[in-house]
């Protein structure tokens, strides 16, 4: 019998060798990749989300969690892709061009790839062009852009621009720092996320 709430706790303790043991114990005893992922690491990963929204832990604890998460996924990903089991979406992101700040961007990108995502990051000072051409080529669902400076954060409104030209389908949420609803709202984006678990939520309601 697969060990679910081991495997959440270890991945909220950040217990990395813990994670993969029952993991691994896990698909070895026969259960399902999925119901590993949906049972144990992804509810996991969504108490960790929460729990950081709260501001009950910070942004280390978050990077420990999605390291353990990361090694769980080691296991699972080979299995859920040899089951033909495919992801929730794609998740395209990256940080705007101009800009080199990463590490919002890549907190909200473990917290994705936890709910199950497939997760193109493309880094960072990303033009609007390869931001749609990402998203073109991967048949995306949503675009996540991230900014920090106020000089970089404009930037936005030519992704958005562009992916309306081009007949994107992709929708496009914003977040970072400097970033306000209202300015989401004024450059067209489809939605905005002050931090990387209310970005889950964001991009979940948006399928
Ligand atoms: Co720079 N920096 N920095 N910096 N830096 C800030 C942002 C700044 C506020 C510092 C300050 O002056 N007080 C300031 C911006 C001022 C402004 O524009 N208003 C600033 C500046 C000016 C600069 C330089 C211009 C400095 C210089 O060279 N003169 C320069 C610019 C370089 C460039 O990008 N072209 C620069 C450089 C750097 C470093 C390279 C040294 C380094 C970045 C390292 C890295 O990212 N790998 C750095 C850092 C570390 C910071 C601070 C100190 C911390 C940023 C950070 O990582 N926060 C920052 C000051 C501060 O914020 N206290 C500062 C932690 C991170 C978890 O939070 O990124 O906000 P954050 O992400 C959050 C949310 O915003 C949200 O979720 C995350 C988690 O909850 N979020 C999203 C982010 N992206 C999202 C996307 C989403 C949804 C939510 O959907 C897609």
Redesign the pocket.
């Known amino acids: 019998m697969a060990d679910f709430k081991g495997i959440a706790e270890a991945l909220i303790a950040g217990d990395r060798d813990k994670v993969t043991d029952l993991v691994q114990s896990a698909v070895d005893g026969g259960t399902g990749p999925k119901q590993v992922l949906d049972e144990g690491l992804i509810s996991g990963m969504e108490v960790v989300g929460a729990r950081?929204k709260n501001c009950e832990i910070y942004?280390p604890e978050v990077l420990v969690s999605a390291r353990a998460m990361s090694a769980g996924m080691d296991i699972i990903e080979p299995l859920l892709a040899k089951a033909g089991i495919k992801a929730r979406g794609v998740f395209i992101?990256g940080t705007v061009k101009?800009?080199?700040?990463?590490?919002?961007?890549n907190?909200?990108s473990m917290m994705l790839k936890g709910t199950g995502w497939k997760v193109v990051d493309l880094g960072v000072d990303i033009t609007a062009e390869k931001f749609v051409q990402s998203a073109i080529d991967e048949d995306a669902d949503v675009i996540?852009?991230?900014a920090?400076?106020?000089?970089?954060m404009v930037n936005m409104k030519s992704v958005i621009e562009l992916a309306k030209n081009k007949d994107c389908k992709a929708k496009v949420?914003?977040?970072?720092?400097?970033l306000t609803q209202s300015y989401a709202d004024e450059i067209g984006a489809d939605g905005y996320?002050?931090?990387?678990a209310?970005?889950t939520e964001i991009v979940n309601s948006l399928l």
């Open positions: 950081f942004v992101v101009g800009d080199l700040h990463d590490i919002g961007k907190l909200v996540g852009l991230s920090l400076l106020t000089t970089t949420v914003v977040g970072g720092a400097p996320a002050p931090d990387a209310s970005a």
